[in-house]
């Protein structure tokens, strides 16, 4: 590859350019061509952005002779003014892979052939309306992801609730933003990011919780390293278990024992009480809630959280004293809250943090409960989870009577009797025999949900009915009855979402391979042979574009706190991206939301009327009122309880799973880029000097982690994570590894050993608190294939 500047697989985050508090953030031009092509050769370069995660970097794809030939990032765009990471930079390769599917598959005697469109069409229309008049609609599920394009998910939403009529709808948004989702909701009234990445720029204190900000969404550290290297350096205080880049720029660092995050946080707000650390005024003013949390979070002094979370009593007095001085205080959190336990009520208390000091509405003050996947929020806003549309209220009969106006159907067509199905709900339903036609569209549950023992035998049952819609034959494709070849990213017009709610376009730069058609062509085209219609006899999709799609959309937001009525796709064309709500009164968008602390919490108004925290029982309207919320944020509390799954003798470790940097979900595009692939070969399992030292384990020694599910065996990386914890990436299945490999096709899934449990309120599935063992099974040459940067670097590197 011809890089502008250093090898960026090995420079991660690039050169700094400092910059002081208020200042803006310097630009800095980040491009990546492939070998041989120079600028001049490149014919076009359009304008997209990235979807190799939430920070949704902007960039132009350069195309010549037909095809995708590298990235250039767009330097008027808010969010990286110019840069790229190490996966936005290499990751377009995949779209070139020459294993692309290119035609639909069929399985025939048990083998997946090729076929035509039109006979994979019929076969799944036909199984499709088989199930509906043998079973009804809660015979059929869908299962999406967080990987598509605003128009694809407002279409599948439609024609899944409008049409068919299940609520058997969700996202692998569930494995990563279903707590952002849910914590938003629980204290703000609806989802919406309350700041803006300008907050970054202007706070002067950062608190990161289970946020491994400088892998998961490296642009966003850069910028945060830019501030931390320049003048006014913000305070940082960072609670991971691993010594992350962040935790070693930190001023506190808190490694707490997995699953502890509650008692951390209720700490923490202890103290904020205790020293009188929060703005009454504006308490009572805004929040409802106050006496109850102030009354939970005083069980929780620093010594009895210290023994808890297995951390210093003094560390947490000085963060809490940090947050509590902090004049302009941004708070992030991501998967390890997300998708640890007690996953929303832990969320929430980072909410609680920044409103007990009114750090909310106004400059480098935020919480932000981040994402994870690069179009998350549009499956959250365009009703392709478990929201409604809009950002409706599934429990509120006007708003599900307003989405059947919009749609033009008979409001009883939408199920809103209950709450969506969530996907471990889906895969039970499916295991008991009540589902057994399922729809997985971008997404490889065969690799990412948990127990992976369970989920392929429930996907192979001979009962279910599977289709899967990818561009590659993934592990979860190998095992389909009818596989759609998609479009990708590049390849498709469309519009996409960032965690900062800025929405950008995405132009077709090239074809697609072959056959591959679009998801959203493929719904439209299914909800057509399925002879689905409007309340009137129309068909029930009226686009045919996605521009058509993204207007009618647009429509259906306004009012709603995702509005986008004031967007077009002219006008995102050319300029930076735009934050919604986006509307005639705020026609170049909203930065930040609250500003007059007015949060969307009326009940007539309100996207959910909140749960238990404890139990995740829904709240009716009846109880919702009577908390009387109107316009005030809900401080919600709750109490510390233990884990699931303990350490007991015979699995004596705790397991984390997680990212690298290099990689993507379960690989199926950076595995299939050289220099990524070169970067993070193959599945490692990290653990403490300790721990190694008690096992007898050398760096690079291979090594068989066991739980009460599975066994992963991999080569062992001594590294600086916490003792008592086990670390293992995500990424890796089976559909590269096969015997003469390194891993000689030994079972190297970390979810091989995850637990089915998930969050009681926002159905999260919990991966970072199984009880393992790890043994000693061969030695090794002292190579490990992990990464030598970030956090999974050796201890000895560290040191
Ligand atoms: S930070 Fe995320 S969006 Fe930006 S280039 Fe890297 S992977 Fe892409």
């Known amino acids: 590859m011809d890089g502008i500047g250093p090898h960026r697989i090995a420079d991660i985050w690039g050169t700094r350019t400092p910059f002081g508090r208020e200042e803006d953030w310097p630009s800095r031009v980040d491009t990546m061509l492939a070998d041989g092509i120079s600028e001049d050769e490149v014919e076009r370069w359009v304008q997209s952005a990235c979807v190799l995660c939430s920070n949704g970097c902007a960039l132009d794809i350069a195309v010549a002779n037909g095809r995708i030939v590298g990235v250039r990032g767009r330097e008027v765009d808010r969010i990286n003014h110019g840069r790229l990471g190490p996966k936005g930079l290499y990751g377009w390769q995949a779209n070139n892979s020459p294993d692309r599917l290119t035609e639909p598959l069929i399985?025939?005697?048990?083998?997946?052939?090729?076929?035509?469109?039109?006979?994979?069409?019929?076969?799944?229309?036909?199984?499709?309306?088989?199930?509906?008049?043998?079973?009804?609609?809660?015979?059929?599920?869908?299962?999406?992801?967080?990987?598509?394009?605003?128009?694809?998910?407002?279409?599948?939403?439609?024609?899944?609730?409008?049409?068919?009529?299940?609520?058997h709808l969700?996202?692998?948004?569930?494995?990563?933003?279903?707590?952002?989702?849910?914590?938003?909701?629980?204290?703000?009234?609806?989802?919406?990011?309350?700041?803006?990445?300008?907050?970054?720029?202007?706070?002067?204190?950062?608190?990161?919780?289970?946020?491994?900000?400088?892998?998961?969404?490296?642009?966003?550290?850069?910028?945060?390293?830019?501030?931390?290297?320049?003048?006014?350096?913000?305070?940082?205080?960072?609670?991971?278990?691993?010594?992350?880049?962040?935790?070693?720029e930190a001023d506190v660092h808190l490694p707490i024992k997995n699953g502890t995050n509650l008692a951390l946080l209720n700490g923490i707000q202890h103290e904020l009480f205790k020293r009188g650390w929060i703005d009454e005024t504006f308490l009572?003013?805004?929040?409802?809630?106050?006496?109850?949390?102030?009354?939970?979070?005083?069980?929780?002094?620093?010594?009895?959280?210290?023994e808890i979370c297995d951390v210093e009593a003094a560390d947490i007095r000085r963060a809490a004293e940090i947050i509590g001085r902090a004049e302009r205080l941004v708070s992030t959190c991501l998967q390890g809250v997300y998708q640890s336990h007690q996953a929303t009520a832990s969320a929430c208390q980072v909410n609680n943090i920044n409103l007990l000091r009114r750090m909310i509405g106004k400059p480098g003050c935020a919480p932000f409960q981040l994402n994870g996947q690069p179009t998350a929020q549009n499956t959250r806003e365009a009703g392709a989870d478990g929201d409604p549309a809009g950002m409706r209220n599934w429990q509120n009969r006007a708003h599900m009577d307003d989405l059947a106006r919009h749609w033009n159907v008979d409001p009883l067509v939408?199920?809103?009797?209950?709450?969506?199905?969530?996907?471990?709900?889906?895969?039970?339903?499916?295991?008991?025999?009540?589902?057994?036609?399922?729809?997985?569209?971008?997404?490889?549950?065969?690799?990412?949900?948990?127990?992976?023992?369970?989920?392929?035998?429930?996907?192979?049952?001979?009962?279910?009915?599977?289709?899967?819609?990818?561009?590659?034959?993934?592990?979860?494709?190998?095992?389909a009855d009818v596989v759609f070849p998609a479009a990708i990213w590049g390849e498709?017009?469309?519009?996409?979402?960032?965690?900062?709610?800025?929405?950008?376009?995405?132009?077709?730069?090239?074809?697609?391979?072959?056959?591959?058609?679009?998801?959203?062509?493929?719904?439209?085209?299914?909800?057509?042979?399925?002879?689905?219609?409007?309340k009137d006899g129309a068909p029930l999709v009226k686009w045919s574009t996605p521009e058509e799609c993204f207007d009618a959309f647009k429509?259906?937001?306004?009012?709603?706190?995702?509005?986008?009525?004031?967007?077009?796709?002219?006008?995102?064309?050319?300029?930076?991206?735009?934050?919604?709500?986006?509307?005639?009164?705020?026609?170049?968008?909203?930065?930040?939301?609250?500003?007059?602390?007015?949060?969307?919490?009326?009940?007539?108004?309100?996207?959910?009327?909140?749960?238990?925290?404890?139990?995740?029982?829904?709240?009716?309207?009846?109880?919702?009122?009577?908390?009387?919320?109107?316009?005030?944020?809900?401080?919600k509390a709750a109490h510390y309880t233990e884990p699931f799954e303990p350490i007991r003798e015979e699995f004596p470790l705790l397991l984390v799973t997680g990212r690298t940097v290099y990689h993507w979900h379960t690989r199926t595009k950076t595995g299939r880029v050289p220099e990524l692939d070169r970067a993070a070969p193959e599945a490692w399992v990290e653990l403490a000097q300790d721990d190694a030292d008690a096992l007898g384990i050398c760096e690079g020694d291979w090594v068989r982690v066991t739980a009460p599910r599975g066994v992963v065996e991999a080569k062992a990386r001594v590294s600086g994570i916490r003792p008592g914890v086990v670390f293992i990436p995500f990424h890796y299945g089976y559909w590269d590894?096969?015997?003469?490999?390194?891993?000689?096709?030994?079972?190297?899934?970390?979810?091989e050993l995850t637990i089915t449990a998930w969050d009681p309120v926002s159905k999260q599935p919990i991966f970072k608190t199984a009880a393992v063992r790890v043994e000693r099974i061969e030695a090794g040459d002292g190579a490990t294939p992990a990464p030598e940067q970030a956090a999974s670097a050796p201890s000895g590197a560290r040191a």
């Open 492 to 534: 498709k017009l469309g519009t996409f979402t960032n965690q900062d709610r800025t929405v950008h376009i995405s132009e077709k730069a090239v074809d697609p391979p072959g056959q591959a058609k679009t998801d959203m062509e493929i719904f439209i085209e299914y909800a057509k042979r399925l002879g689905l219609e409007d």
């Open 737 to 751: 590894s096969a015997e003469g490999d390194e891993s000689n096709g030994r079972p190297r899934a970390a979810n």
């Open 107 to 167: 399985r025939r005697n048990g083998v997946l052939q090729g076929a035509s469109w039109d006979e994979a069409f019929d076969l799944v229309v036909a199984r499709s309306s088989h199930v509906l008049e043998e079973s009804g609609p809660l015979a059929l599920a869908f299962y999406t992801t967080g990987q598509l394009f605003l128009e694809d998910y407002y279409t599948l939403g439609l024609v899944v609730r409008g049409g068919i009529g299940t609520p």
């Open 284 to 306: 009572a003013s805004h929040t409802v809630g106050l006496d109850k949390l102030r009354e939970t979070v005083s069980e929780y002094p620093p010594e009895r959280v210290a």
């Open 170 to 248: 969700d996202g692998n948004t569930r494995l990563c933003t279903a707590t952002a989702d849910f914590a938003l909701k629980e204290t703000f009234g609806s989802d919406g990011q309350p700041g803006s990445y300008t907050d970054f720029d202007e706070c002067d204190t950062l608190f990161m919780v289970g946020h491994n900000v400088a892998e998961t969404q490296t642009v966003l550290w850069a910028r945060l390293l830019d501030r931390l290297q320049g003048p006014d350096r913000p305070k940082l205080v960072v609670v991971d278990p691993r010594p992350t880049p962040s935790a070693l």
């Open 555 to 635: 429509e259906m937001t306004r009012g709603r706190p995702c509005d986008y009525s004031g967007l077009t796709y002219d006008k995102l064309r050319g300029g930076s991206g735009i934050q919604w709500p986006c509307t005639s009164s705020a026609p170049d968008g909203t930065e930040r939301l609250y500003i007059d602390h007015v949060f969307n919490t009326d009940t007539e108004y309100a996207e959910d009327w909140g749960h238990d925290l404890m139990t995740g029982g829904t709240q009716e309207k009846k109880h919702y009122s009577e908390l009387d919320p109107a316009g005030r944020a809900i401080l």
């Open 414 to 479: 939408i199920p809103s009797w209950g709450p969506p199905t969530h996907v471990m709900q889906i895969l039970r339903l499916c295991e008991e025999g009540s589902i057994n036609f399922l729809w997985i569209t971008g997404t490889n549950p065969a690799v990412s949900l948990p127990e992976l023992s369970r989920i392929r035998s429930i996907l192979g049952q001979e009962r279910l009915f599977v289709v899967v819609s990818d561009a590659f034959l993934t592990e979860t494709a190998q095992i």
